[in-house]
Structure formats: C-alpha cells, structure tokens
C-alpha cells in the first residue's frame, strides 16, 4: 500500500527567504507525482506535474525534483513570499492508476513578511 | 484552465438529514469524477470513484450506502451523504479528469465543508 510523507509538518519562515519541502513514498511503482497548494477552507490547485520518466519541472519560483528510486520528490520554493502561504500537499499516482492519487498530510507554510 | 464548480461550500445540517454536494466541469466533459474526504491536518483521502453512467467504485472501508455517488451526465456527479451524524462532518472535495494518458490532468473544486450538529 503506498504512503506518503512530507516533512516537515509546518514551516514558518521569513519573507523573502528559499525553502524547501519534503516528499517521501513508499512504493517507487508510480504514474506521475504532483504538488498542490490548498488555502485554507478551499479547495486544491495544481502547482507543478512531474512525469515518472522526469527528474524535475520548473514553474516561475517553484521547481519540484522527483527521485523516483529513491522514493523522494522535494519543492523548492525561490525568493518566499508572504502570498506563498498555504498548504503543500503532495500527491502520487500509482502506476496502475494513474489518477487515484495518494496524498501526503501536507506541510503548512507560513511566510513572514 | 478548466474549472470544476462544486457547491454548496459549506452545509450545516442536523443529525439525521441527508446532504447533496454537487461537482460540475464547466468548460469540459468529465468520463471520470473523483469524491475526496479530508479531515483538519490530514490528508486527503480518496472515498470513491465516479463514472458517468454507471456506478460508482468506492475506497475499501466507504460505505456506500452511506455516500450515495450519481454521475448521470458528463458534466455533473453529486454525492449524497445520507442519515447525516456528527462523524460524517468533514471537507469533501471533488475533482474531475480531463483529458487521457499522459495528458490526463486532475481540476480540483474548492470544497465544501460539512458540519453535522
């Protein structure tokens, strides 16, 4: 059964400052691997897909790395700011379902400005 | 991007009563519908899976008597939590599929928060 992890579970850290956020699964077997910002009460938006066959994707301050053997997926975060406040949830697809993706608990990131 | 509508936002019902949430993709058609249930701090966990015109596969431990699922067009799945109580509240988001294979992307609605009283 695939699980997924992310640490650490809350980060709060100054404006302006590079961050990174951890994402640890279980099963290597997986369709894609994604990362998604929620804000508080709604719902999710899709930050940046990575492809099993890819190692990184790359949008504006955000690139996601995937390290699919090792079962590790990181999210750098450029240049913090305040607006980037929110929860980070990682989520993978199994290779058999592409879609029914399994989601980590989420790191909760406070930007201070 | 696409968008998926999904309402009410947030219900507040009374032990017993019976909650229909809807999820619509505006601007595309959705084979494929997905029911998450998420609880504070937690992950999002996947209750079901739905099908336009057929039934719904749900998550091993969803009663499916409990969470009704209907995906009777293409655009439209609604989830009925029937005999509401207190355990049911929770956020439950939807999503919908766009798209096949390696360009098959996932559109979230926003949510909608059920507190049972």
């Known amino acids: 059964k695939q699980e997924v992890t992310q640490i650490p579970a809350a980060l709060s850290v100054p404006e302006g400052e590079n961050l990174v956020l951890n994402c640890s699964f279980t099963?290597?077997?997986?369709?894609?691997l994604q990362w998604f910002r929620q804000d508080p009460g709604k719902g999710l938006t899709s930050l940046l897909l990575i492809q099993s066959s890819q190692r990184e994707q790359t949008s504006g301050r955000l690139n996601a790395s995937l390290d699919k053997s090792s079962g590790r997926s990181t999210l750098y975060i450029a240049a913090s700011q305040p607006g980037d406040s929110a929860t980070y949830l990682c989520?993978?697809?199994?290779?058999?379902?592409?879609?029914?993706?399994?989601f980590g608990a989420g790191t909760i990131l406070r930007v201070k400005s | 991007g696409a968008v998926v509508s999904q309402h009410p936002s947030r219900v507040i019902c009374k032990s017993g009563t019976s909650v229909k949430i809807e999820c619509r993709s505006l601007d595309f058609q959705a084979t494929t519908m997905f029911w998450y249930r998420q609880f504070p701090k937690q992950s999002l966990m996947l209750m079901a899976t739905s099908n336009e015109g057929s039934k719904a596969t749900y998550e091993q431990g969803v009663e499916k008597d409990k969470f009704l699922i209907n995906h009777a067009s293409l655009t439209l799945s609604t989830l009925t939590v029937t005999s509401a109580h207190p355990e049911d509240s929770s956020f439950y988001i939807c999503?919908?599929?766009?798209?096949?294979?390696?360009?098959?992307?996932?559109?979230f609605g926003s949510g909608t928060q059920l507190s049972v009283l």
């Open positions: 099963d290597s077997a997986i369709y894609n």
């Open positions: 999503s919908a599929r766009k798209g096949a294979g390696r360009n098959e992307k996932l559109f």
């Open positions: 989520a993978v697809g199994p290779l058999e379902y592409g879609n029914k993706l399994v």
